[in-house]
T-cell receptor, first 115, second 111 residues
């Protein structure tokens, strides 16, 4: 397994368009997280899944954002009607939870630019 | 989740030991302390995690005093490739539902 994979690596879109990002976690990991990171800031939590169930969503995740993880494997993050403020790096991470803090493995991210 | 405070930036010469201290005065009993490293245009990478006293791995050491209100990440003999942003995170054990990153410490290593 080569780790967490995200696609695309870069996306430029016009304001108002919809975009969808994909994340393939490490295969045996049951938890999957989405984060957003803007320049000079640390990653901000958006949402996470335990298997296929979306267990928590941040207030940052407006109604224009939706995430899915069908069958508990890959995940998609869709942003509808993009705005310039959505420009950021979108990071996906996965982990295997087994009763104590474990490390999360991050992908390289998808850099979104809304013009 | 406990809030963390760490220096915005640090500079070091290659070959030196670097210690980055993180304050977490409101750490809870179940909280672990975790450090991540991030290079530009990459996702964060786990470095080390601890609960108390000292933890050492092949990359770094983590020192945690008895009151656990702070922790120090120690990087021995840094190289240019250690130039990165280092994040200190404090979170609940057992669930690890999400990671709360601050702005991190930007370490610049020069010759």
């Amino acid at each position: 397994d080569t780790g967490v994979s995200q696609d695309p690596r870069h996306k430029i879109t016009k304001r108002g368009q919809n975009v969808t990002f994909r994340c393939d976690p490490i295969s045996e990991h049951n938890r999957l997280y989405w984060y957003r990171q803007t320049l000079g800031q640390g990653p901000e939590f958006l949402t996470y899944f335990q298997n296929e169930a979306q267990l928590e969503k941040s207030r940052l995740l407006s109604d224009r954002f939706s995430a899915e993880r069908p069958k508990g494997s890959f995940s998609t993050l869709e942003i509808q009607r993009t705005e310039q403020g959505d420009s950021a790096m979108y990071l996906c991470a996965s982990s295997l939870e087994h009763g104590k803090n474990t490390e999360a493995f991050f992908g390289q991210g998808t850099r979104l630019t809304v013009v | 989740l406990a809030k963390t405070t760490q220096p915005i930036s640090m500079d070091s010469y290659e070959g030196q030991e670097v210690n980055i201290t993180c304050s977490h005065n409101n750490i809870a009993t179940n909280d672990y302390i975790t450090w991540y490293q991030q290079f530009p245009s990459q996702g964060p990478r786990f470095i080390i995690q601890g609960y108390k006293t000292k933890v050492t791995n092949e990359v770094a050491s983590l020192f945690i005093p008895a009151d656990r209100k702070s922790s120090t990440l120690s990087l021995p003999r840094v190289s240019l490739s250690d130039t990165a942003v280092y994040y200190c995170l404090v979170g609940d054990s057992g669930t690890a539902s999400k990671l709360t990153f601050g702005t991190g410490t930007r370490l610049q290593v020069t010759l």
